[in-house]
């Protein structure tokens, strides 16, 4: 039977990082069920007193990231009297940076957000994902950094819009069957280009829910695992033919697959450099 608690995250920032920190920790805990409370672009007394009053009304765990000293003591002596933990994230990290580089943090809220030029690379990328999503205008696919490969519903999407985040400009492009692989694909030069693919059974399931989904519920080809196998093996066949690394997604979340492909990816790079 799960147990139920309340969860406060309090940050000066989108509260992106201490939302990640807590869920990371959270899925370790499988009988615990936490109501998340997220408090984000806290910098002011007045803006942290609504927080003491609702972690009051319902006192739970908290975890933090505040930079400010006086809203961090505040916020400490709280937790304190209310007998609740009270967690700051990033101080053993920011503690060890610091003294492994002999000097201490700029102090910036949200400096991750900032306007720069990664934040401005990450909007290009972002944008050319979405006018390279599903084998759309392969006629400029060698301007992408990667190229995902592979049949339907094998997590080509979900992982070039990750990887667009981290400011790669990621194209995919699906294989059908009956239709030709684009020459624009085969000939690419620039982009590193990687094969993904999935157990049968698994893209059965997969693409059932998807038809769910549309309320469509003919059997075809799409879901006859006789054809999907088919549909993987071919697909195995390009990428060995190609000489394109593959990675299985069948156990693999979006954040894993695209760990391993920026694995491979800088490697390639400081092979080329």
């Known amino acids: 039977m799960s147990r ?16 990640v920190v807590a869920r990371a920790a959270l899925v370790q805990f499988e009988d615990v069920k936490a109501i998340e409370h997220l408090w984000s672009t806290v910098r002011t007394e007045r803006q942290l007193e609504r927080v003491l009053s609702a972690i009051e009304a319902e006192p739970g765990i908290v975890m933090f990231t505040l930079l400010s000293p006086l809203l961090r003591a505040r916020l400490r002596n709280a937790c304190e009297k209310l007998e609740v933990p009270c967690i700051a994230v990033l101080d053993p990290v920011l503690g ?9 943090g700029s102090g910036q809220p949200g400096g991750q957000h900032a306007l720069d030029s990664d934040y401005y690379q990450r909007i290009d990328a972002m944008n050319f994902v ?4 599903d084998g759309q205008a392969t006629r400029d ?3 992408a950094d990667i190229v995902l490969v592979g049949v339907s519903r094998t997590s ?17 492009v699906p294989l059908v069957p009956g239709c030709p692989t684009p020459d ?10 990687v094969g993904l693919t999935n157990d049968p059974q698994r893209l059965v399931q997969i693409r059932r ?14 879901v006859d695992i006789g054809a999907v196998r088919s549909e993987v093996d071919q697909a195995k066949r390009l990428f060995e033919e190609q000489g394109w690394p593959v990675i299985d997604v069948t ?20 092979r080329i450099e």
């Open 141 to 143: 696919l060698n301007q």
């Open 130 to 133: 979405l006018r390279h999503d």
């Open 4 to 19: 139920t608690y309340h969860l406060h995250l309090v940050s000066d920032s989108t509260g992106e990082t201490v939302g």
């Open 251 to 270: 156990r693999r979340s979006i954040e894993e697959t695209a760990a391993a492909i920026m694995q491979l990816y800088n490697e390639r790079r400081r």
């Open 184 to 193: 624009e694909l085969l000939n690419a030069t620039k982009p590193f280009i």
């Open 209 to 222: 829910n998807r038809l769910r989904l549309i309320e469509e519920n003919a059997e075809t080809e799409y």
């Open 156 to 172: 080509k999407t979900p992982t070039c819009i990750y990887l667009a985040n981290r400011g790669i400009k990621a194209a995919n």
């Open 96 to 104: 060890s940076l610091a003294m492994y580089f002999g000097t201490e």
